[in-house]
């Protein structure tokens, strides 16, 4: 049986968080606090249930009204709640989402699942419903970027993972500490301090940031669950961090740095603070998220993995997005005006330094 989310009723709600947090597939895109943080998106939530009444999957789904188009697009970021192998779940699931089209007048329906690129199973099924793949999209285009950089932690002890990091990561974590740098936890009353480091490090490395409320709306909605972390040396605040820990995994989702005292290297110190987080948690994987462009070594974005991958994890690369195309014409429109509203943002942008698109990314890349 397929429905959507009854958002009015608590147990409903309850029942859905319950499922998504405990089920291998589930992350924090899909817990429905995410729906709390994208501000100006409305949202619906598709459930599949067994005969018994009970959960099998589910997908939680962004919508954005295009008033000017009478329309909307539907978006499920990495959607959905339910093994890639299960290709009926995936199917129902899509019924569902096109009974969200229907009701929201969509033209276009889009999802980049957590599947990684080399499952021709899902990517045939995928195409069997209907769905459009490119697979090699741009990364700076992609809503989300496709590879990831992600230790995992499952089982190991704290001393254990510290060994697995190359010897130059270990010295610089204990030069920090040895200096002297101090990093801890804060709540909201130290967003500003967090935002100050997030301007500083967008100018010196040409990205575009979010603003305040939107990480005051993160914050809020994942809770305890959501974490600050600064790290501070003598006063001066010198890098920050916010993570999520959700259904087994610890994510860095994002990170700035003060131009200072980087020989201090409060980032690896920051870095170890909130994996020894996920150890203590008793999680399974601790996800440095995006590593833009990992295979480029001459490109500019090429030190964000050169950071992480000292910590010595595993690239994820994930299959890309999927668009299921409801109403051709409108969705024609939308992606000329879509064309042309980054290239008015760049001609804007480029010349105050800063380029767009990097600000949907997560932690060095959404």
Known sequence: MVSLLNFNNPEERYEYEQFVSHHPCGNFFQSLAW??????????????????????????????PLPWLHSSILYSPRGAVCYPEDTFLFSSLTQ????????????????????????????GAMACQGFSHIPHANEDTTVQCRSHYRLPIAGKTKEEVLASFKSKWRYNIRLAQRKGVQCRVYGMERLDDFMKLLAETGRRNHFAIRNREYFARLM???????????????????????????????????????????NLMPCYLMQWEMIQWAIDSGN????FQGIPHYNEPSHPNYGVYRFKQG????????????????????????????????????????????LPQHAVRLSGST
């Open 96 to 123: 569902g989402a096109l009974m969200a089209a229907k009701k929201h007048h969509a033209c276009l329906f889009r999802v980049d699942p957590a599947v990684e690129e080399g499952n021709s199973r899902f990517l």
């Open 284 to 287: 399974a994987y601790y996800d």
């Open 220 to 262: 809020e909605s994942f809770g305890s669950s959501c974490r600050l972390y600064l790290c501070e040396y003598e006063g001066e605040v010198l890098s920050g961090a916010i993570a999520i820990q959700y259904g087994g995994t610890t994510s860095y989702v994002y990170g700035a740095s003060s131009n200072t005292h980087r």
């Open 35 to 64: 729906r709390n943080v994208k501000e100006n998106w409305k949202h619906e939530a598709v459930v599949v249930r067994d005969g018994q009444g009970k959960i099998q999957a589910t997908m939680l789904i962004l919508v954005k």
């Open 311 to 354: 910590f010595c994890g595993e690239i994820i690369v994930y299959a890309g997005e999927f668009d299921y195309v409801i109403h051709p014409l409108k969705k024609k429109i939308f992606d000329q005006c879509q064309k042309g509203f980054r290239a008015l943002v760049k001609a804007k942008l480029w010349g105050s330094r800063f």
